[in-house]
């Protein structure tokens, strides 16, 4: 996409993060945009925000995207306010630590939903109103760099980056070979600080339980510390929306902007090419070497 003025862009997770950061950048753009966000009290701040950017048109929209209904009227809404759908961002996204086999069923539910079936809830709608309009449009879905690599810890939050980073991929072997002038991307980031380590903000009625003994263990809190940690130490955020969106410019596919995983990346790969069953000592000893040449 090489000229993003009055274009239309749909930003889910908008309100925080990068979500927030992508809303700067469209703004600075002169595009048009829905921001989406399950936090509506914090998303009525971008109206005035956004402005101050540079926007002309934003429409704010508070929705829980792991519901389909409510992608629908997010879908709705654009188009009745502007008639097309240029940009699709699927940004929104939720982390609850925790052991995969400890982790509560509503937990992975929730995961499940906000990480990957909101890409799919979107794609699905989103997609062909592109097809029908016939011009150059771009999704960029927000994979992290857990939907390429794997570790221990967060099992529900690597099975839902990479299921979203492989129906990114597959959609995009299925639009080339309808020709669609559509340009799939997928932004996988390392740790940022963002608010992915405040996720508990943004749990859904439907997805609380505080009888549940889970949500007082050691485990919980240990695990809720140790998100704190790494988002609190992750990379700072500014400039990553410019990242972003100079790799929409480009059309480009893979939006990795650290480069620390690599190793990590190609050892896992290699396992595989090898047939090897995935060995944590023996990737922790490499990753030690690595650290220390």
């Known amino acids: 996409m090489k000229d993003f003025e009055g274009k239309v862009a749909i930003i889910t997770g908008a309100a925080y993060g990068f979500g927030k950061e992508f809303v700067k950048q469209a703004a600075q753009r002169k595009m048009k945009i829905v921001a989406v966000d399950i936090m509506g009290d914090e998303l ?54 925790g052991k995969g086999y400890d982790l509560p069923l509503r937990d992975w539910e929730w995961i499940v939903q906000t990480n990957f079936m909101a890409h799919v809830y979107f794609m699905r709608q989103v997609i062909p109103v592109m097809l029908k309009q016939g011009t150059h449009c771009n999704i960029m879905n927000t994979c992290s760099v857990a939907g390429v ?31 669609a002038d559509i340009a799939m991307g997928v932004f996988c980031p390392g740790y940022v600080q963002t608010n992915l380590d405040h996720s508990e903000w943004y749990r859904p009625e439907r997805f609380k339980d505080d009888s549940d003994p889970y949500y007082q263990s050691e485990a919980f809190k240990k695990g809720q510390a140790g998100a704190k940690y790494v988002i609190e130490t992750g990379h700072p955020i500014d400039g990553i929306g410019d990242l972003v969106f100079k790799a929409i410019e480009e059309d480009q596919f893979y939006v990795l902007p650290h480069d620390e995983y690599d190793g990590l990346l190609k050892i896992q790969t290699g396992e595989k090419l090898q047939r090897k069953s995935p060995n944590l000592a023996e990737l922790m000893a490499m990753l030690k070497g690595a650290a220390e040449k």
């Open 149 to 179: 690599i794997n570790f221990t810890g967060m099992v529900p939050y690597f099975a839902t980056k990479h299921a979203a980073l492989a129906m990114s991929e597959s959609m995009n072997y299925e639009l080339q070979a309808q020709g």
């Open 44 to 97: 009525a701040k971008l109206d005035s925000m956004a402005k101050e950017w540079g926007a002309e048109d934003i429409t704010l929209v508070t929705a829980d995207v792991g519901i389909y209904e409510e992608t629908e009227k997010v879908v709705k809404t654009a188009l009745e306010k502007y008639g097309h759908i240029d940009l699709l961002m699927n940004n929104a996204g939720i982390a609850v630590p």
